[in-house]
């Protein structure tokens, strides 16, 4: 099958690859462009791991075609940090120990900064709801839950 | 850094330093199983049985072969033949012999120049195959007229005569049964069952396998344990352990599923096939589900002695578990041996018996075979507190077992914090919260031994003094964090001046994998050895400095001093002075250490959950969760309450949702996670927890080991939570919203 060109924004820069029409976002992010941080837990939309957005829409990148990409401003883990600085949701992450083994940690950072970014004060629940689509295995979601409503008090706080 | 109350003899440990990882964890840098990319890299796909149980009559790989850009096919014939034991399991499992074992099982591989042409390839492998009957269920398998999964697979332990589908007997206990039977005032007998659940990492098995001709090769890949994966891998392939270099990835999660090898030995026969060029082999979530893991399912009679009191007279317990096709893959003596360890019973008798059936290889799962035990007897236990009117919490503290006592599988146990830990639980304050309507509370204990095991450290002090740890044990859960927090506590420098590195198998001695929560005892055990060696190194450069005995250097706060007034006056030499120094003063300076390490010191719990049962639906939610468990010591609090959460979820999983579903045919019906259904962030409370501190005397620090004891008690905790909320108990798992409302209907017609 032949590929197709494609032009597309990734964490604010212009990118070009070659798709071949049955391949994900997902996999044009990893294989074609090298951003590796989002990640497959399950291929099927599931475990969230693969979280980036599009054009400011949260999505599983697994069930996003990479051709569709084309003219959109794709929004990954490796852009969340303002060039040195971390946000304060990675900042968050490290100091309440919210991630053990890290794997589904890019998918829940791309996920929560996009629930703060349109609700800047959630309540435990509307988190714990957001992030339902994140699976983690390790952590129980306990300090998840707490390092994201940390990070919020906190970006409240600086605003 | 905030140091937590409970340590105050220590300068670091017990504080909450940040991760050395979590940086790279939380940009994306942090590289996994699938991140890694090599020049020439060819892409592989496998063929899966889709049957139960066949037998394979022949494989065409022709068409696929004739596609441009597809390099290699193999087969089982490409592995040597004439392994035995445990070797030819391995074998057999990454890729079927004669006969397809069970939904999933791997029959054919291919590799090719991309990733979707490898799976158009294996689309066009044409396998012939001649389906045979096939058995699911454990108590299903063990009838003398189930259909057989193989022939000649029992070991020497069953009796003849037995069922064809047994391969292994245990049976072990002491004091009088019967007498302790005739002692009780009430005497109890139930079955309990529990379903197959998968470990459910989310990161799928992933490598990057190179193997040239010559038998030399490299293996990238996520794994509990780089020097299993080279034994493993080398015995099915017939090549030399040292000439396999292993790298463990960064690992995203494990549990016990990522301790033994399953596609590995596939790309690299892909790869030496393929005139020696790397293949990647990343498994889908349903070949995950399909062909890794899981554990295994039981069935479990248990009968329990009790006095009007609340104290146990004597225990009987037979178990039946299925751990797949393959002879030992069940943790039926684990789940023996963890199940009456919590007390102190004057007589004990155990049975098991393991039972093959057409089913993935069962694999390691936290705390393997404590969870069911656990499930079963606390249940029990729970019951008959209720008939007899007693308080299930004081029933436990009764009969706790403590330093000096006959473990129930054998062993005197040396000192232990049960009771430490059920004395903390009383005191919590979620036993006082009021329950409503449809609500109830329920409390068990659990247990792990924890495990020592060959361990082998490196520690290099560099030329500013910071120093470089080497460790075989790869970082599942902060270990990395502990093992620099112990370092430097030792060294008397700073946590930041600490970097532990997961080195590859030709960097150190055999370690066995971060399994058996052994990784912050043994290592730890092992890292502050190989501190206090260099240590040494570094007094002796001080004194031949200073020119005075070695014995008149001390070490202290990062610096070798004099002993005392009479060694001489020599202001504190640091160790950035005696690192810039040690090139012209007797070369490097490392430490060293290896063991299989011994001290080891069992971990107990206790749990108690509050739930409410929907009538209408039967559907649990959690409400509260409380986790207490002895750690030793926790050298980092917050990965040891990391830990204790993520077993009780994982536990809870257990308990409410997962299970595997065979259809009639024999296959996997829920290989995704959208139908394999594991907790999400919404289906919980916080979870809370209590360290509880009874330190090992086994070691430095007093660690015991953490991992696993918090998977055990949820099952057994949940089912008498919601016999409490309900009325109604529930003898088999999960208590998903269909069993619970058919068990409160039934009772209402009851």
Known sequence: MSKIHVSAVVNGDPVDFLADPRESLLDCLRDQLGLTGSKEGCGTGDCGACSVTVDGVLVCSCLVLGVEAEGKAIGTVEGISDGGTLHPLQRKFIEHAALQCGFCTPGILVAAKALLDQNASPTETEVRYWLAGNLCRCTGYDKIVRAVMDAASEMREAV | MAKDERSTEFRLIGTRPNRPDGLDKVTGRARYGADMTLPGMLFAAVVRSPHAHARILKIDASAALALEGVKAVVTRADFPTGLTGEDWNLQENSMAGDVALYDGHAVAAVAATSRLLAEDAAKLIKVDYEVLTHVIDVDDAIRPDAPVVRVGAADHSVPAGSPPNVVKCIDFGHGDIEAGFAAADLVREHTYKTEATHQGYIEPHACVAQLGADGKGEMWVCTQGQWYIRRMCAAVLGIDASGLRVTPSEIGGGFGGKTIIFMEPLALALSRKAGGRPVKLVMSRSDVLRATGPTASASMDVKLGMTKDGKLTAAK??????????????????????????????????????????????????????????????????????????????????????????????????????????????????????????????????????????????????????????????????????????????????????????????????????????????????????????????????????????????????????????????????????????????????????????????????????????????????????????????????????????????????????????????????????????????????????????????????????????????????????????????????????????????????
């Open chain 2, 317 to 750: 317990v037979n178990f039946r578990m299925q751990g797949g096709a393959f002879l030992g893959a069940s943790p039926v003596g684990e789940a023996l041996s963890c199940a009456l360890a919590c007390y102190d019973i004057p007589a004990v008798q155990h049975d098991g018996v393991e039972v093959l059936a057409n089913r993935p290889k069962a694999a390691a799962y936290r705390a393997p075979g404590s969870p069911m035990a656990a499930f079963a007897v606390e249940s029990l236990l729970d019951e008959m507190c209720h008939e007899l009117g007693l308080d299930p919490l004081d029933v436990r503290l009764k009969n706790a077992v403590r330093e000096g006592v006959k473990a129930s599988y054998g062993p005197t146990y040396a000192k232990i914090g049960l009771v430490e830990v059920l004395e903390a639980t009383k005191a919590h304050p979620n036993l006082l919260a009021k329950l409503g309507p449809n609500q109830g509370r329920g409390i068990a204990s659990g247990f792990w031994f924890n495990h020592g095991g060959e361990t082998s450290v490196s520690l290099a002090i560099g030329e500013d003094g910071t120093v470089t740890v080497s460790a075989g044990t790869p970082d599942v859960g902060g270990s990395r964090a502990s093992l620099a927090l112990m370092v430097a506590e030792t060294l008397g420098i700073e946590y930041e001046a600490v970097r532990v590195n997961i080195v590859e198998t030709g960097a150190l001695g055999v370690n066995e994998p971060s399994h058996g929560s052994r990784a912050t005892f043994a290592t730890g055990k092992a890292a502050v050895e190989a501190a206090r060696q260099a240590i040494g190194e570094m007094c002796r450069r001080a004194a031949k400095e200073w020119g005075i005995e070695e014995e008149a250097v001390v070490w202290k706060d990062g610096a070798a001093m004099p002993a005392g007034p009479n060694a001489g006056q020599f202001p504190p030499m640091t160790i950035a002075e005696i690192g810039a120094k040690m090139g012209g003063n007797g070369g490097p300076i490392s430490g060293h250490h290896e063991t299989n390490a011994e001290g080891v010191g069992a971990s107990f719990g206790a749990h108690v959950v509050d739930v409410e049962v929907d009538p209408e639906t039967g559907r649990t939610t959690i409400l509260r969760y409380l986790v207490v468990q002895d750690a030793g010591r926790a050298i980092h609090p917050a990965y040891v309450e990391g830990q204790y959460q993520g077993g009780a979820v994982q536990g809870i999983g257990w308990a409410l949702n997962e299970e595997y579903v065979y259809g009639a045919n024999g296959r996997l019906q829920n290989a995704v996670f959208l139908d394999y259904r594991i907790p999400v962030a919404s289906d919980l409370p916080m979870i809370d927890t209590v360290i509880v501190e009874v330190p090992n005397p086994g070691h430095p620090y007093g660690v015991r080991g953490v991992g696993e004891t918090g998977i055990t008690p949820p099952l057994p905790a949940i089912a008498n939570a919601v016999a409490m909320a309900t009325g109604a108990r529930l003898r088999s798992l999960p208590l998903s919203p269909p069993k619970v409302l058919a068990a409160i209907k039934a009772k209402g017609r009851g």
